[in-house]
């Protein structure tokens, strides 16, 4: 199947800092991309639908000016956590949708742990 | 608004079959996906529904009934990897890039 890989795969860091994760479709290029939270024993909660040259689409509930996306180019997108919060910990997957194959499937990256201490 | 059940956890035997049901109520519908997903891990894609009846792919099986909002997973000859929590997600709609909207899981786990 697709690849879509994820940096970093883990980021610890301080209340009030901002943190960047990569999204990176390596074998297809994928003009939408969505970002998923996951907390512990819970299922994926789609954040916001990123989409190549435009903005976001972000899901009844989250912040735009917190959770900011960026989707520069058909392989990458960006997910920018803002002052990062102890709430803010979770596990965070980004999606790419592949086209080329006929289903319309999304692959998922390998997730991001992030804990805000 | 979008509604999708699944049992929250399931045991089976290792070599045996188990069947893990998904219901749905969703705005519209444009197909189904079922994911595996191992802990602390990202879920990997294992098969798609669009039509009703059933989807084989080797130890895995996958069907769908539009009229009940109802599907299964179907997984034969369990192995002791097949531990892991079974996402069923719900396409609503052709428009809005493919979204997903997923079920909490199931967690199966296979024993001795």
């Known amino acids: 199947g697709a690849v879509v890989s994820q940096h970093p795969s883990w980021v610890i860091c301080k209340s009030g800092t901002s943190v960047k994760i990569e999204c990176r479709s390596l074998d297809f290029q994928a003009t939408t991309m969505f970002w998923y939270r996951q907390f512990p024993k819970q299922s994926l909660m789609l954040m916001a639908t990123s989409n190549e040259g435009s903005k976001a689409t972000y899901e009844q509930g989250v912040e735009k000016d917190k959770f900011l996306i960026n989707h520069a180019s058909l392989t990458l997108s960006t997910l920018t956590v803002t002052s990062a919060h102890p709430e803010d910990s979770s596990f965070y997957i980004c999606?790419?949708?592949?086209?080329?194959?006929?289903?319309?499937?999304?692959?998922f990256g390998p997730g991001t742990r992030l804990l805000v201490l | 608004g979008q509604n999708i059940d699944q049992p929250t956890e399931m045991t089976a035997t290792e070599g045996a079959i188990v069947q893990i049901n998904c219901t749905y109520q969703t705005s519209g519908f444009n197909g189904l996906f079922w994911y595996q997903q191992h802990a602390g891990e990202a879920p990997t894609f294992l098969s798609y529904?669009?039509?009703?009846g059933l989807e084989e792919k080797g130890r895995f099986s996958s069907f769908l009934s539009r009229s009940k909002g109802y599907s299964y997973l179907l997984l034969k000859e369990l192995q002791m990897k097949d531990s892991a929590s079974y996402l069923c997600a719900v396409r609503p709609q052709k428009g809005g890039g493919n979204k997903l909207t997923f079920g909490t899981g199931t967690q199966l786990k296979v024993e001795l």
């Open positions: 529904n669009v039509l009703d």
């Open positions: 999606s790419a949708r592949d086209t080329g194959i006929g289903v319309e499937t999304q692959y």
